[in-house]
């Protein structure tokens, strides 16, 4: 019985007035451990026998720099869009009254609910050339399917709610006052856009951006229907880790998927940050 | 040249006008992104007429794919239920050390993605994996057969629940599960009479969320079932295949029934919402 233990003991006392502890606890570890730990310890020990230097040479060679560059500036072209796309959503959701307005709101969440092969079996027969789009695209010299936009366009249509979602609620809670006090100082639309609602739901634009970029990076059932999945070419970094444990490189496969997790851990932070300071600013408003 | 007239006659014109260009703007892009290609799989899968998309839905390896999806889905729910009533009720009622980061855990496979969490499984379990040999020397099979799947679907939909519930039982706070402790109600009994009808409509979300996650799992099921037809291949992996092989109508059959379950969902979503608030 350490000192910290008697320290402890009337706090804890207090707080297991309900029952359950050991139950509750047992079963959630154990659910930890075998689900969630025992793989990502897996993963982060098979990264680990590899050592860094040969760490950094399947980082660096030709065809993982290839799969990083195009999964990294597709997510970013996808982005870009979501961003534009989901601003204009929910400002339009929030700010107008129109017919039909409640359904427009419900088909922001199709793509959630729509499983990923199913949206990238949709989104490979449209835009192939005898498809709706790809009839239209083709005639122009634009294609679509096998090249980095099709990868682009899979990850924007699985990653549209999260701007929208997060800008919404930010928007419908904002005070009208300064925008009113704005217009009254003879402020033009675009101005009080500009500089009295955009600054206060930057930061909820910014977190839904990071995850929306986030996930697209993650983006694997509908990128491959639509890809060619071409080595050097259009093929994403996670499926490359795929390829890699499909010809027992489990090193190489390792090595992809912890630069992934890293991306990812990163992103997550960034989001959280930004969340932190979200809250901080408007707890006294 | 009326520098005061013109902003007060051109403002209210202009307000007029720029709601109807976004709106109508949000709607052609909503149409070209969402919408049209919804429609599309039905079209796709009803586009030989009805028979044929009977025909491809009774294929044996679909009959087989739709099954199996159902078998996970039975497996995962009640787990998930659970294992999420637990972790919430442990993190709600409860201060221990580690607390927080039990919390973080339990969410990290919303941040890992679902096809690095099967490379991670797959590096666990696989021939060369931190377990592949002791499982090879049992002679238990985890890899390209239904506790795989299972397995890493837990994974996937783990966090639902939890997710959930936990807010609302922070919010409810202990009262009234304290109260009808002092009562002399038994633990069991506390759980059943007092905590479950109120966190009922959440925990329902979290079930249904979860388990449409289940169904539609793609990139995680992939990696650890190996795809063997017939036998390890679920819904969504059999869209793939049915792609592959050229049979599109058939690929959108199949995609057809996922569609409809998620339009399901959505519909339940917006029902229990709206009971919820």
């Known amino acids: 019985m350490s000192v910290a233990a008697v320290i402890d003991a009337p706090a804890r006392r207090q707080k297991r007035v309900l029952p359950g502890f050991g139950l509750t606890m ?60 989901g601003l204009l959503m929910a400002w339009v959701l929030v700010r107008y009254r129109f017919p039909g307005r409640r359904l427009l709101d419900a ?23 005898n498809g709706w789009y790809g009839a239209i695209l083709a005639p122009a010299g634009i294609s679509v399917v096998y090249t980095i936009w099709g990868v682009a366009i899979a990850m924007t249509f699985t990653s549209i709610p999260f701007v929208v979602r997060t800008v919404q609620p930010i928007l419908e809670d904002l005070d009208h006052s300064q925008e009113e006090a704005a217009r009254t100082l003879g402020a033009t639309p675009f101005q009080i856009f500009a ?30 229907f639509i890809a060619g999945n071409l080595p050097m070419k259009t093929e994403i970094a996670s499926l490359l880790a795929v390829i890699r444990l499909e010809e027992y490189d489990y090193n190489g496969a390792a090595a992809i998927a912890l630069t992934l997790v890293a991306i990812a851990l990163v992103l997550l932070a960034l989001s959280n940050w930004l969340q932190a300071r979200l809250t901080r600013r408007r707890v006294p408003a | 040249m009326m520098p005061a007239a ?48 009977a025909q491809n839905i009774m294929a044996p390896d679909t009959l087989h794919a739709i099954w199996l999806t ?6 995962t729910l009640p787990i998930n239920l659970v294992v999420g009533i637990s ?74 629940v939890a997710r959930e519930v936990l807010p609302l039982m ?11 402790l002092t009562l002399g109600a038994s633990g069991w009994q506390v759980f059943r009479r007092v905590t479950l009808p109120n966190i009922r409509w959440a925990l329902l979300y979290g079930a249904v969320l979860a388990t449409a996650r289940a169904v539609g799992e793609f990139g995680a099921v992939s990696v650890v079932s190996g795809a063997i037809r017939g036998q390890t291949n679920t819904l969504p992996l059999q869209i793939e295949l049915l792609f592959n092989d050229l049979n599109i109508v058939g690929a959108f059959a199949a995609a057809s029934t996922l569609t409809l379950i998620a339009l399901v969902v959505l519909v339940l979503k917006t029902i229990i919402e709206g009971r919820t608030r």
């Not at chain 1, 660096?60 to 970013?76: E, Q």
């Not at chain 1, 609602?197 to 509908?222: K, N």
């Open chain 1, 26 to 85: 047992g079963l959630t570890l154990t659910y930890v451990g075998i689900i969630v730990l025992l793989p990502v310890i897996a993963l982060v020990l098979k990264g680990a026998e590899i050592g860094p230097v040969r760490f950094w040479d399947i980082v660096t060679a030709p065809r993982t720099l290839a799969a990083l560059r195009l999964t990294i500036t597709a997510a970013a072209l996808a982005t870009v869009f979501n961003a534009l796309y």
């Open chain 1, 107 to 129: 088909m922001m969440d199709i793509p959630f609910a729509l499983p990923t092969a199913v949206a990238g079996l949709a989104l490979t027969a449209l835009f192939s050339e």
């Open chain 1, 195 to 224: 500089r009295v609602i955009f600054p206060a739901i930057l930061p909820a634009f910014l977190i839904g951006t990071t995850i929306a970029f986030a996930r697209s990076l993650g983006e694997f059932g509908a990128v491959i």
């Open chain 2, 6 to 53: 013109t902003p007060a006659t051109l403002a209210p014109r202009q307000d007029r006008r720029a709601p109807l260009l976004l709106i109508g703007l949000a709607v052609a892009l909503t149409l070209f992104i969402v919408v049209v290609p919804l429609a599309y799989i039905f079209w796709r899968a009803l586009s030989q007429g009805f028979a044929v998309f």
């Open chain 2, 70 to 75: 159902t078998v996970v889905a039975v497996i």
């Open chain 2, 87 to 160: 972790a919430a009720w442990l993190i709600a009622r409860f201060t221990f050390p580690g607390r927080k980061l039990l919390l973080t855990i339990i969410e990290l496979p919303f941040s890992i993605s679902p096809i690095i969490a099967g490379v991670c499984y797959l590096l666990l379990y696989g021939r060369q994996g931190l377990l592949g040999p002791t499982l090879a020397a049992g002679d238990i099979k985890i890899l390209f057969a239904l506790p795989g799947i299972v397995l890493v679907t837990l994974f996937v939909t783990g966090p639902f």
């Open chain 2, 170 to 180: 922070q919010a409810q706070g202990s009262e009234q599960e304290q109260a009808a």
